[in-house]
Nanobody
Framework: QVQLVESGGGLVQAGGSLRLSCAASGIIFSINRMAWYRQALGKQRELVASITSGGIPNYADSVKGRFTISRDNAKNTMYLQMNSLKSEDTAVYYC??????????????WGQGTQVTVSS
């Protein structure tokens, strides 16, 4: 089992910044991809950014150039630096950890979510 705890959400004005953290614990040696998802009210959950165990990032088009995903393997922690925030970034942000093989998710785990609210 893997436990994920997010922190860093809050209320920020448009154009501002926030940094989310996701601390992982448990049986994490098999995890080879971590990601941030978000779900806005009334919408489906969407992938925001992901990062492989080797540190290769991938971003949704809507956040490219504004968000940066990173991980500190020594601390078992993943981060999402969010800059130039827009009202449309308002959502609950979820941390995800997955064991993947050839592009297929074999196991995955979710954090409890942290609310990000951007006021315009």
């Amino acid at each position: 089992q893997v436990q994920l705890v997010e922190s860093g959400g809050g209320l920020v004005q448009a154009g501002g910044s926030l940094r989310l953290s996701c601390a992982a614990s448990g049986i994490i040696f098999s995890i080879n991809r971590m990601a941030w998802y978000r779900q806005a009210l009334g919408k489906q959950r969407e992938l925001v950014a992901s990062i492989t165990s080797g540190g290769i990032p991938n971003y949704a088009d809507s956040v490219k150039g504004r968000f940066t995903i990173s991980r500190d393997n020594a601390k078992n922690t993943m981060y999402l630096q969010m800059n130039s925030l827009k009202s449309e970034d308002t959502a609950v942000y979820y941390c995800n950890a997955a064991r993947m093989e050839k592009g297929t998710v074999l196991d995955d785990y979710w954090g409890q979510g942290t609310q990000v609210t951007v006021s315009s």
